[in-house]
């Protein structure tokens, strides 16, 4: 235990000036045998923000597989989670009291002896990430819903995942998870969060496109309850009106539920159901075809089917095939890679709708291509090559 003298002794070697420092001296030293070694704790630097979430009693969590880089998670952001080392180490003590405290506390010329609990030399921060959501569809993927009378709904041995599920096993915020789930069209099925399988989506928008054919209806203003009325010996009712949420936007007029069905969403499904069973198709054939799949008085434009297919202007004839952003790499570099490998040289224009997805904050579009490709002109058109040897 020092004294007073020995302080102001050493105050006085190392030529400080008392008068300059406050009057309450911390005096830090280990308990014998006590105290936590280095590791058995971590510190964790948050931002303001989210400080104030926990002050607030709200909860951040960390999700991740033992396979899987940890994240931490509040109600609607992702961050990494990192470690920083710090060439200063790092002393936790309990009741200490930092110079503002000690000020206004007025305290005299008293010594405290302070007992130093434990120690690290590294520290977590957290960098706001994207959310890892892929894996999200591939669970959903797993047992995709066929309809109620399918022979796989009787089989019980599929999985299925309620929200607590995916909480655990996506490496997400909630409000991530929920909104990615608006964007696959998933629904709640007996408490379950199921994907319909393509085809099953595609029959009941096929049973909705024909019913307002047939009563002569605008496809701006198709009413909810007729559409139950009319369908609902032919399928589940909750069905009939999740794919209306799906392919349209709902409104009330005068009391009455309708929905505005979009065309260049049912335009865009009805290309992915033409495409998915050719690996490659005329380009021209396939314009002429697709025209004629679709409800009349819709028009089809090539714009309607970014991120879902791909046109080759360089063979002959041009050709258009099947290429789904969601079934590309989750990884900027591995993303790259792969559509790198897939065709030499892009547009910005032909690339875009293949790495929007991955611009986080504070990226465009322009800075992605700037870091993972080179830029030269062919043929008076800028064209993007990758940065590196694709194998």
């Given amino acids: 235990m020092r004294t007073r003298e020995e302080v102001d002794a050493t105050l006085q070697i190392a030529k400080l000036n008392a008068a300059e420092l406050l009057p309450a001296v911390h005096c830090l030293g280990f308990g014998p045998g006590a105290g936590a070694a280095a590791g058995d704790f971590c510190l964790l630097e948050l931002e303001p923000a989210l400080c104030q979430q926990l002050e607030a009693g709200h909860s951040l969590v960390i999700r991740g597989d033992k396979d899987e880089q940890a994240v931490l998670c509040s109600k609607d952001k992702t961050y990494d989670l990192k470690i920083a080392d710090t060439s200063n180490m790092l002393l936790f003590i309990p009741g200490c009291k930092t110079p503002d405290q000690l000020k206004a506390e007025e305290t005299h010329c008293n010594i405290i002896h302070t007992e130093i609990f434990g120690f690290s030399n590294n520290y977590w921060e957290l960098r706001r990430c994207r959310p890892k959501l892929k894996k999200l569809k591939k669970l959903l993927m797993e047992d995709a819903y066929e309809g109620p009378d399918s022979q796989k709904e009787k089989d019980s041995n599929h999985s299925k995942y309620t929200t607590e599920d995916l909480l655990n096993q996506i490496q997400a915020s909630e409000e991530e998870i929920m909104a990615q789930l608006q964007v696959l069209n998933a629904c709640e099925i007996e408490g379950y969060w199921r994907i319909l399988d393509f085809d099953y989506e595609m029959k009941l928008l096929n049973h909705i496109t024909q019913l307002v054919d047939s009563e002569s209806w605008s496809f701006g203003k ?87 297919a791909l046109v080759d202007r360089q063979s002959r004839p041009e050709i258009i095939f099947l290429l789904k952003v969601d079934d590309l790499p989750e990884d900027n570099q591995e993303r790259f890679n792969s559509l790198f490998s897939l065709r030499e040289k892009w547009t910005e224009e032909d690339i875009a709708p293949y790495i929007q997805d991955l611009c986080g904050e504070k990226q465009t579009i322009g800075t992605l291509l700037t870091k993972y490709s080179r830029s030269s002109i062919q043929n008076g058109v800028k064209v993007y090559n990758s940065r590196r040897p694709i194998s």
């Fill in 222 to 308: 198709v009413p909810l309850n007729m559409c139950l009325q009319e369908l609902g010996p032919l399928e589940p009712e909750e069905m009939i009106e999740h794919c209306l949420k799906c392919y349209g936007k709902k409104y009330i007029e005068e009391g009455e539920v309708y929905f505005e069905l979009s065309a260049d969403k049912i335009c865009r499904a009805t290309a992915q159901m033409l495409l998915q069973n050719a690996v490659k198709f005329n380009l021209a054939e396939f314009q002429e075809v697709w025209q004629q799949s679709v409800p009349e008085g819709m028009i089809t434009t090539l714009d309607q089917l970014k991120g879902l």
